[in-house]
């Protein structure tokens, strides 16, 4: 059975830094990517930053380029979203997802095929 399970969120002061972690299990697939996605109270959810583990490529939206960070423990089966510079509009409940075979690997959530049950991100100004 497929689970993601998110931890590390927590309130935070803006331009402080958090660290995220998804742990993944249960798979029975070798070539899927892990994406980090949130979604604040009345808007839609955003794709935040994806990682092949096959090949350790990474994707950013542009929202949070520069101040993200995805990486991977594929010996843990853990996944990563480093997040600096912390903003108030950062503020939202993040989610791990997994996509098997991404063709090509990207930030559309209707792609992926298992999801966690997110981790709330606040930060105050």
């Known amino acids: 059975e497929v689970q993601l399970v998110e931890s590390g969120g927590g309130l935070v002061q803006a331009g402080g830094s958090l660290r995220l972690s998804c742990a993944a299990s249960g798979f029975t697939f070798d070539d899927y990517a892990i994406g980090w996605f949130r979604q604040a109270p009345g808007k839609e959810r955003e794709g935040v930053s994806c990682?092949?583990?096959?090949?350790?490529?990474?994707y950013y939206a542009d929202s949070v380029k520069g101040r993200f960070t995805i990486s991977s423990d594929n010996a843990l089966n853990t996944i990563y979203l480093q997040i600096n510079s912390l903003k108030p509009e950062d503020t939202a409940v993040y989610y791990c997802?997994?996509?098997?075979?991404?063709?090509?690997?990207?930030?559309?959530?209707?792609?992926?095929?298992?999801w966690g049950r997110g981790t709330q991100v606040t930060v105050s100004s």
């Open positions: 997802a997994a996509e098997i075979r991404p063709r090509p690997m990207g930030l559309d959530g209707v792609r992926y095929n298992y």
């Open positions: 990682i092949s583990l096959r090949n350790h490529r990474t």
